[in-house]
């Protein structure tokens, strides 16, 4: 297909295969809502940060970074307003600003976050297309239904990739009265994001119909992946790892 976020790096997450993956980053998103303490899920979204960094370079992992940082300036912002019960830390004119509840909340919150972006973005940039779709059908699902979840976990990140560029384009032809607009400046953005998405409609249905979608005859597959066997011992080791984890920093 015409859209693939798989970065051309050499590192040990692009060596393993795809549905042991998978079965990581499900093990991933069930860890981080177990009661663990609160630090150990913060160092576990700090280690993934730098492990991310390695797997894929300092500069995707800081775009990953930077696409999740408003969300967590916005919680950083509310949450000693939402959780004013508990020990207070910081007391400004007689009012509880900050309490310890509030902070432990906020930070197990913003690790969960972090840990769940940089897991599914780390299986988009390590992983091929073909073989996320080979192992999405090997766990059942249709390959039809594969290839699309494929394509939409792919399309997201490029989409906004063309919406910074292009926001950054519209902002270099703006003169300094329409900087100061953010709504003004936005929406030629976002119009010329919506066109750039609408053309890539006819991209994704010529690669589809070269496939054999759409017509009566059955899409050819010519991509298989290896036998899972060799993966075994490296999930055994993963998961034990977790499950170390686990009844070590139990809460």
Known sequence: MNIDSFVERPSILSRLDSRLKLILLLE???????????????????????????????KRASKVFGSVLPVILIMLVLSPLTERAGD??????????????????????GSRFLI?????????????????????????????????????????????HAFSQISES??????????????????????SALVFALRQIPLSAMALEQRGFGGSVKP??????????????ALAAFSAAAAAFCLLFWK
């Open 28 to 58: 991933l998103c069930a860890l981080v809502f177990l009661p663990l303490k609160t630090a150990a899920i913060a160092g576990l979204a700090a280690a993934l940060s730098l492990f991310a960094a390695s797997q894929t370079g300092f």
């Open 88 to 109: 207070p830390l910081l007391v400004l004119g007689g009012t509880v600003v900050l309490t310890r509840q509030a902070l432990d909340s906020l930070l197990r919150i």
């Open 116 to 160: 769940l972006t940089f897991g599914f973005s780390l299986l988009i940039q390590t992983t091929r297309q073909g073989d996320l779709v080979e192992a999405l059908v090997c766990f059942g699902l249709s390959y039809k239904a594969s290839l699309t979840v494929s394509l939409i976990l792919r399309f997201l990140p490029s989409l906004s």
């Open 170 to 191: 519209h902002l270099l032809r703006q003169s300094k009265a329409v900087r100061r607009r953010k709504i003004g400046e936005t929406i030629p953005s976002l119009i």
């Open 220 to 233: 050819s597959r010519f991509h298989k992946l290896p036998g899972f066997g060799s993966s075994v011992w």
